[in-house]
């Protein structure tokens, strides 16, 4: 059985860090590319970061470059999102999720290509 459980989200203020953690279990992880999806109430899910199977390349969605991180440790099966300068924008239910692929440098920016997803993890920026 495929799992996928996030952990480290929470509230902080503008400006403030946080660090996602995705632990995944029952599945092949390096053979998966991983990412990292948001949904805002009333918005539909959107690819914030991705990373390949070998964690050599990655995505950004232009929201977040240059203020988030995404990373990955096929040794403990986790994947990580480094959350840096945050904005009331970011607000939104974070979900990683799996997309297996043929190549070791290549991700995925297709919602479709992700065949298994966490249960997600609540980021709220306020002031």
């Known amino acids: 059985q495929v799992q996928l459980v996030e952990s480290g989200g929470g509230a902080v203020h503008p400006g403030g860090s946080l660090r996602l953690s995705c632990a995944a279990s029952?599945?092949?992880?390096?053979?998966?590319?991983m990412g990292w999806f948001r949904q805002a109430p009333g918005k539909e899910r959107e690819l914030v970061a991705a990373?390949?199977?070998?964690?050599?390349?990655?995505y950004y969605a232009d929201s977040v470059k240059g203020r988030f991180t995404i990373s990955r440790d096929n040794a403990k099966n986790s994947v990580f999102l480094l959350m840096n300068g945050l904005k009331l924008e970011d607000t939104a239910v974070y979900y990683c999720?799996?997309?297996?692929?043929?190549?070791?440098?290549?991700?995925?920016?297709?919602?479709?290509?992700?065949?298994?997803w966490g249960q997600g993890t609540q980021v709220t920026v306020s002031s």
């Open positions: 999720a799996a997309a297996p692929r043929q190549g070791a440098l290549v991700y995925t920016v297709r919602l479709d290509d992700y065949d298994y």
């Open positions: 029952g599945l092949p992880f390096s053979s998966f590319a």
């Open positions: 990373v390949s199977r070998s964690g050599v390349t990655t």
